[in-house]
Protein backbone atom coordinates (compact mmCIF):
# COMPACT_ATOMS: atom_id res chain seq x y z
CA UNK A 1 0.00 0.00 0.00
CA UNK A 2 3.40 2.21 0.30
CA UNK A 3 4.78 3.47 -2.79
CA UNK A 4 8.19 3.55 -2.94
CA UNK A 5 10.83 5.43 -5.69
CA UNK A 6 14.57 5.35 -5.11
CA UNK A 7 17.37 7.90 -6.18
CA UNK A 8 20.59 8.66 -6.06
CA UNK A 9 22.54 5.90 -7.90
CA UNK A 10 25.11 6.60 -10.45
CA UNK A 11 28.61 5.34 -11.09
CA UNK A 12 31.37 5.08 -8.54
CA UNK A 13 35.18 4.02 -8.47
CA UNK A 14 36.09 1.05 -5.94
CA UNK A 15 36.78 2.45 -2.90
CA UNK A 16 34.15 4.96 -3.00
CA UNK A 17 31.64 5.93 -1.54
CA UNK A 18 28.19 6.51 -2.74
CA UNK A 19 24.23 6.92 -0.85
CA UNK A 20 20.85 6.23 -2.54
CA UNK A 21 17.63 7.26 -1.48
CA UNK A 22 13.82 5.82 -0.59
CA UNK A 23 11.30 8.11 -0.78
CA UNK A 24 7.46 6.91 0.63
CA UNK A 25 4.57 8.30 -0.91
CA UNK A 26 1.47 9.08 2.31
CA UNK A 27 1.30 9.08 6.23
CA UNK A 28 2.44 5.41 6.86
CA UNK A 29 5.97 5.55 6.41
CA UNK A 30 6.57 5.36 9.85
CA UNK A 31 4.80 2.06 10.38
CA UNK A 32 6.49 0.03 8.23
CA UNK A 33 10.07 -1.82 8.71
CA UNK A 34 12.26 -0.75 5.55
CA UNK A 35 14.68 -3.00 3.95
CA UNK A 36 17.34 -2.61 0.90
CA UNK A 37 17.93 -5.63 -2.10
CA UNK A 38 19.76 -5.37 -4.49
CA UNK A 39 19.85 -7.65 -7.78
CA UNK A 40 23.28 -7.96 -10.30
CA UNK A 41 22.64 -9.33 -13.93
CA UNK A 42 21.92 -12.79 -13.85
CA UNK A 43 21.80 -13.17 -10.14
CA UNK A 44 18.99 -13.64 -7.98
CA UNK A 45 17.67 -10.59 -5.75
CA UNK A 46 19.67 -10.50 -2.22
CA UNK A 47 19.09 -8.87 1.07
CA UNK A 48 21.29 -6.32 1.79
CA UNK A 49 20.26 -4.54 4.81
CA UNK A 50 17.09 -3.15 6.96
CA UNK A 51 15.99 -0.91 9.60
CA UNK A 52 12.98 -1.08 12.66
CA UNK A 53 10.22 1.43 11.95
CA UNK A 54 11.93 3.70 14.54
CA UNK A 55 15.30 3.31 13.68
CA UNK A 56 16.52 1.54 16.90
CA UNK A 57 17.15 -1.81 15.41
CA UNK A 58 19.47 -2.89 12.11
CA UNK A 59 20.34 -5.82 10.34
CA UNK A 60 22.99 -6.20 7.42
CA UNK A 61 24.16 -8.87 4.97
CA UNK A 62 27.46 -10.21 5.86
CA UNK A 63 28.36 -9.02 2.66
CA UNK A 64 28.00 -5.51 3.57
CA UNK A 65 28.55 -4.96 7.33
CA UNK A 66 30.75 -2.57 8.14
CA UNK A 67 30.78 -0.81 4.70
CA UNK A 68 27.51 -0.11 4.50
CA UNK A 69 24.73 1.61 6.96
CA UNK A 70 20.81 1.66 6.65
CA UNK A 71 19.04 4.98 8.48
CA UNK A 72 15.50 6.63 7.93
CA UNK A 73 13.85 10.09 8.53
CA UNK A 74 10.45 9.48 9.07
CA UNK A 75 9.62 13.17 9.03
CA UNK A 76 10.49 13.03 5.53
CA UNK A 77 9.32 9.25 4.80
CA UNK A 78 12.75 8.75 3.04
CA UNK A 79 15.10 5.44 4.00
CA UNK A 80 18.47 5.95 2.96
CA UNK A 81 21.87 3.61 2.34
CA UNK A 82 25.24 4.88 2.55
CA UNK A 83 27.41 2.93 0.70
CA UNK A 84 31.31 2.85 1.85
CA UNK A 85 34.56 1.05 0.63
CA UNK A 86 32.65 -0.23 -2.70
CA UNK A 87 33.34 -2.82 -4.79
CA UNK A 88 33.02 -4.28 -8.33
CA UNK A 89 30.86 -6.98 -6.95
CA UNK A 90 28.44 -4.46 -4.99
CA UNK A 91 27.21 -3.37 -8.84
CA UNK A 92 23.68 -3.84 -8.62
CA UNK A 93 20.00 -2.64 -9.15
CA UNK A 94 19.51 -1.40 -5.56
CA UNK A 95 15.75 -1.97 -4.86
CA UNK A 96 14.11 -0.18 -1.45
CA UNK A 97 11.22 -2.32 0.54
CA UNK A 98 8.34 -1.75 2.85
CA UNK A 99 7.29 -4.79 5.16
CA UNK A 100 3.47 -6.30 4.24
CA UNK A 101 2.74 -5.39 7.56
CA UNK A 102 2.72 -2.30 10.02
CA UNK A 103 5.52 -3.95 12.88
CA UNK A 104 8.18 -3.61 14.70
CA UNK A 105 10.02 -6.44 13.78
CA UNK A 106 12.78 -6.08 11.42
CA UNK A 107 12.72 -8.56 8.34
CA UNK A 108 15.55 -10.27 5.84
CA UNK A 109 13.36 -12.24 4.23
CA UNK A 110 11.54 -11.01 0.69
CA UNK A 111 8.30 -12.49 1.18
CA UNK A 112 8.11 -10.34 4.21
CA UNK A 113 8.46 -7.48 2.39
CA UNK A 114 5.14 -6.10 0.36
CA UNK A 115 6.09 -2.77 -1.47
CA UNK A 116 8.92 -2.40 -3.89
CA UNK A 117 10.42 0.40 -5.36
CA UNK A 118 11.62 0.78 -8.93
CA UNK A 119 15.09 0.41 -8.18
CA UNK A 120 18.30 2.38 -9.24
CA UNK A 121 21.53 1.38 -10.84
CA UNK A 122 24.68 1.63 -8.87
CA UNK A 123 27.73 0.80 -10.64
CA UNK A 124 31.35 0.09 -9.20
CA UNK A 125 34.37 0.61 -11.61
CA UNK A 126 37.54 -0.95 -10.83
Known amino acids: QVQLVESGGGLVQAGGSLRVSCAAS????????MGWFRQAPGKEREFVAA????????YYADSVKGRFSISRDNAKNTVYLRMNSLKPEDTAVYYC???????????????????WGQGTQVTVSS
Open 26 to 33: GRTFSTYS
Open 97 to 115: AASRYSTTVVYTRTADFGS
Open 51 to 58: ISWNGDST
